[in-house]
């Protein structure tokens, strides 16, 4: 999928359930018993194409695989991840045409076959017809901050047969398409309840605090599962996955408090883990500067570009924030605001950098 590059969102949820295994548990915890026991999640297989267009990119990040059923029918299982902070009321017709798009692809792909089998048959051959495409077991994942109230019944869009209980309801139901997905409402899912394999707790508990101040609370929890996910097959990859979305999608999650607690409960990876973060600030950093500078005068825009860089790295309050605009506003030499700009991506803490900052002003008064 052509994920959106700057939601961290869709990017944390991918780089998890791509591994078939976390994937596998994650339906585990998450299906109904009865549809869990049908499908052999052993031979689950990444699909690589991706089914969302331009439009429902808006909506979803989509993840697709393949298996078969205990019976050996074949079996698509979708994983739509609703990355908005609010349920949408049409959800549920994206729902229908992203299905749509996927079975289109595979009709495309049989009629090929098809035409390929009749340019080989022989005159007593015969070409066997296929008239079946893959069944889609669809997983709508959700994590807003609102609670979803939406229902996911599809009939309810067609005039006259929001009740399913009526009269033209009943008459109509052969001749019109209804279904719903499968809603994993982490959201409204209690921390109590979040089951599973390490990896499928780890994943649900942050995703389920991503939005609230401070990881609601789980920070040393969240960082202590990171810590046994570790020693786990793709246990590296995964926790720098966690470190760059705490970083880029947490809600006032101060990054010196992570790397003293990484560094308390990882003495030997926690350095690595921290320079490889440090790293990625200074890249987002780097292409905040580049864009931005672009846009605005020279010494404004090194201005904006030092006060966005901190403020994404450390979250100061606005009385900070002021106070460091107005001491930036006293440098009018742009090699020294050029020196700030470099110095606010290296910092690991912001009173480092006033600390520095009003040095800079004391040598430049005197």
Avoid: C
């Amino acid at each position: 999928m052509a994920t959106v590059a700057h939601n961290p969102h869709d990017v944390f949820f991918k780089q998890y359930l791509s591994h078939p295994s976390a994937a596998a548990d994650f339906l585990r915890q998450h299906l109904p018993t009865a549809m869990a026991s049908l499908l052999d999640l052993t031979r689950l297989e990444l699909v690589k194409d991706s089914f969302v267009d331009e439009q429902l990119r808006i909506h979803f990040s989509d993840l697709v695989y393949r298996t078969v059923t205990t019976a050996q029918t074949p079996l698509a299982v979708s994983l739509l991840f609703e990355h908005k902070s609010y349920p949408d009321e049409w959800v549920n017709f994206q729902v229908l045409r992203y299905q749509v798009r996927l079975w289109e692809q595979e009709f495309t792909q049989l009629q090929a076959a098809q035409n390929e089998a009749r340019k080989a048959q022989t005159t007593k051959g015969r070409v066997e017809r296929v008239h079946t495409l893959t069944p889609i077991l669809v997983l709508l994942v959700y994590h807003g901050q609102a609670e979803w109230k939406v229902s996911l019944r599809f009939a309810r869009h067609l005039t006259g047969l929001q009740d399913p209980e009526s009269a033209l309801a009943k008459a109509l139901e052969r001749y019109v398409p209804d279904f719903e997905p499968h809603l994993v409402n982490l959201t409204a899912l209690p921390d109590e309840a979040i089951q599973g394999e390490i990896v499928t707790r780890l994943f649900v508990l942050v995703l389920k605090h991503i939005f609230e101040q401070g990881l609601g609370g789980q920070l040393d929890e969240i960082l202590t599962m990171a810590a046994a996910v570790l020693r786990q097959p793709n246990g590296m990859a995964m926790v720098v996955a966690l470190l760059r979305y705490l970083g880029r999608a947490g809600i006032q999650v101060r990054k010196e408090e992570v790397a003293q607690k990484l560094l308390a409960l990882l003495p030997k990876e926690g350095g690595m883990l921290m320079q490889t973060m440090a790293e990625e600030w200074i890249e987002e950093g780097k292409r905040i500067g580049l864009q931005e500078g672009r846009q605005e005068g020279q010494q404004e825009g090194q201005r904006a570009v030092i006060l966005r860089i901190l403020q994404r790295r450390f979250q100061p309050n606005e009385e900070s924030l002021q106070s460091l605009a107005q001491q930036l506003a006293q440098i009018a030499d742009e090699r020294v605001l050029l020196q700030l700009v470099d110095l606010s991506l290296e910092v690991m803490a912001l009173p480092d950098f006033a600390a520095k900052l009003q040095g800079l002003l004391a040598g430049l008064a005197s």
